[in-house]
């Protein structure tokens, strides 16, 4: 197996690479407007508890401690992948995107029990301002990991039937943008949601 | 990290390591705060602010492989405009919400 650095791909492919890298690199940006704005309606919404639990009453740093830990090692692990897809190891990649995607799945598990246990206390999204506001940021923080984790086993069957051609190193790339972006978000959403909810 | 031919080529994970071992020094800090409690709130919150800029920064140079060298020109504008952005919009919902919130409460 090739590595990517002896990979000939003809000028036209290689203006097609970067140009797909910007235009999800834009996507990127808009997706972070995006969260800004569920941001923005969090902090004003955050005191409107409207006599029900507030933050101190539903949040555990110790759950939230393990959701940044299991997020964080996925992003280093996808890392590992990237390096991996550089030398042309296709075994070491299957196995670092496994890895990755075991790590975010259960971050996936956290986050599920923490919502369905919420909502079994009665504190479910219908529940006060401050509830709707963190089921929709957090729940969509939610939504794209888990949109990511089917990526990435779609990026494990490419790999698997396809092998590390050019095309499928490109995607995996912008599969790493995505996934190391998310982790971003996430460092927001415990600086600003769960560790001040604690204080 | 270089890039040839609309590839990337990451010959290390050395920046991995690296960003994994500030990410982690920057988040055990806040959470150990939290934790102890020990700081008045005023404090405890600019700290975990300051942090979380600066965990940013890391995540994007060391994972995102953001740098003033390799990464096209148009991908930094669009970085730059998403963060006026946000800054408009975060600090702009917020100065209203809560200007309008002390008109009504006094």
Known sequence: MSSIADMTISPRDAERYEEKDFGFWLYLMSDAVIFACLFATYLVMVGNAAGGPTPKDVFSLERAAAETALLLLSSTTFG?????????????VLMWLAVTFLLGAGFIVLEFGEFSGMIAEGAGPDRS??????????????????VGLIWILVMI??????????????????????????????????????????M | MEIKSGLPIERTIKPYLIGLALAVVLTAI????????SLPRQTTLIVIAVLAVIQILVHLRFFLHIDFKT?????????????VLICIMVGGSLWIMFDLYHRMMV
Request: no cysteine; net charge positive.
């Open chain 2, 30 to 37: 806040p959470f150990g705060l939290v934790a102890a409690g």
């Open chain 2, 71 to 83: 990464t096209p020109r148009e991908n930094l504008v669009a970085l730059a405009f998403a963060v």
């Open chain 1, 80 to 92: 590992v992948a990237a390096v991996a897809l550089s030398a042309g190891e296709r075994g070491k």
């Open chain 1, 129 to 146: 301002g401050f509830l709707s506001a963190f089921f929709t940021l957090v729940g969509t923080h939610g939504f794209h990991v888990s």
């Open chain 1, 157 to 198: 069957g490419q790999v698997f039937f396809k092998g590390l051609t050019a095309p499928v190193a490109s995607r995996l790339m912008r599969l790493g943008l995505f996934w190391h972006f998310l982790d971003i978000i996430w460092v927001v959403i415990f600086s600003v949601v769960y560790l001040p909810g604690l």
